[in-house]
């Protein structure tokens, strides 16, 4: 078989929780940079994925999409650390927090679509997509209370959920100013997973096609 | 164990998809009708579910927030009838079509979103959130071309990614006047969901809160 390889871009969110998965999983894999300038490169690119969204990930003879089905992919054909909680209580919780994060957070962080908005109606595009109103949902997500001393999103053991956390709060802090200390949970997992190997390795501006710095 | 209770809106998208579900494996439910219209009914709602969401469904003494979490929790928990396929690689493929629906084209279509953006520009929600430009990834979904004579999503059996169309496919032509002719595809899955007693039991109308014809 040959080596996988990862249609990517340093800033996609929905990419980055792929690139800890293979991390985390150790998987070795080439890193493709998705760069869409010209029209023939769209065309060339959507003739591999109709939906025209990265990340793709070709692996063992498949062309899988969508970041949370990849990953899944990835667990089951690599269980090698899981990803998933053994408890399916748990694993539902894990999930839930990654598909929240993935349908209601992340596609209004969608670029494309402030960009579209603020064309508009300048500023109208944060305006509208507060990304405020959906994060006190992981400040304690299905905790009773915030002393719940859990190491990680669900349990003492990463899962599917931590995975999508460090790219929205970066969107979050990074692109539209949101204040996230008033949400100690998040901050406090976020650290943590900031300063583990395969998170730092799958950073944006870790990747080979990040603006290099001066 | 008491019965298992499902909070829901009979226009719910995301409910939708755990009605199928429930009804394909056979598993009797409480019906609640989620309606929240007074501060006081949103506090004690916001206190069983933080994100403020439907659907819920507490079950064997859990309670499950987020589509498609519940719905691997039902496959993993009552697997009969399973709504994966055997084979990991379109298992990926069944879980992408699922999420690309959940993540990219059912938030767009969030009356919400779309009334906010009408607010400030009157038929500006439409616009933005063009309908079609994601519906011709579902015309082929991973199939080499039109001719390919599966029977639904993927491969000849229901999958998690069949729960996910009948909703998209209703908001898109009754709320948005998407003509999908041009997605034979499409319109040929749909029709044979529409033909299962499951699915028909699942749909809009028919739910306890939908407003009663004359």
Same mark, same amino acid.
């Given at each position: 078989m040959s080596k996988p390889i990862l249609y990517s871009a340093w800033t996609s969110s929905c990419s980055s929780r792929v690139r800890i998965a293979l991390a985390l999983k150790k998987i070795d894999y080439e890193y493709h940079t998705v760069d869409i300038k010209t029209e023939e490169e769209m065309r060339e690119f959507a003739m591999t994925n109709p939906a025209k969204k990265i990340p793709i990930l070709k692996i063992n003879g498949l062309v899988l999409t969508e970041s949370l089905a990849i990953i899944e992919y990835l667990d089951e054909v690599y269980p090698d650390p899981p990803l998933l909680p053994k408890d399916a209580g748990e694993r539902a919780h894990a999930r839930a927090i990654a598909f929240h994060i993935a349908s209601n957070i992340q596609p209004l962080q969608n670029k494309a679509i402030i960009h579209k908005l603020n064309e508009k109606v300048p500023g109208y595009g944060a305006e509208v997509m507060?990304? /405020? /109103?959906?994060?006190p949902w992981l400040r304690?997500?299905? /905790?009773?209370? %915030?002393? #719940?001393?859990? %190491?990680?999103c669900v349990g003492d053991q990463i899962t599917i959920a931590d995975l999508n956390l460090p790219s929205i709060v970066y969107n979050a802090t990074?692109?539209?100013? #949101?204040?996230?200390?008033?949400?100690p949970l998040i901050c406090k997992i976020n650290k943590t997973l900031s300063e583990i190997p395969e998170f730092q390795a799958s950073e944006p501006a870790r990747q080979p096609d990040a603006p290099k710095k001066i």
């Open positions: 507060d990304q /405020r /109103r959906h994060l304690s997500p299905g /905790r009773a209370s %915030e002393d #719940v001393l859990w %190491e990680y990074d692109k539209y100013n #949101v204040d996230i200390t008033p949400y």
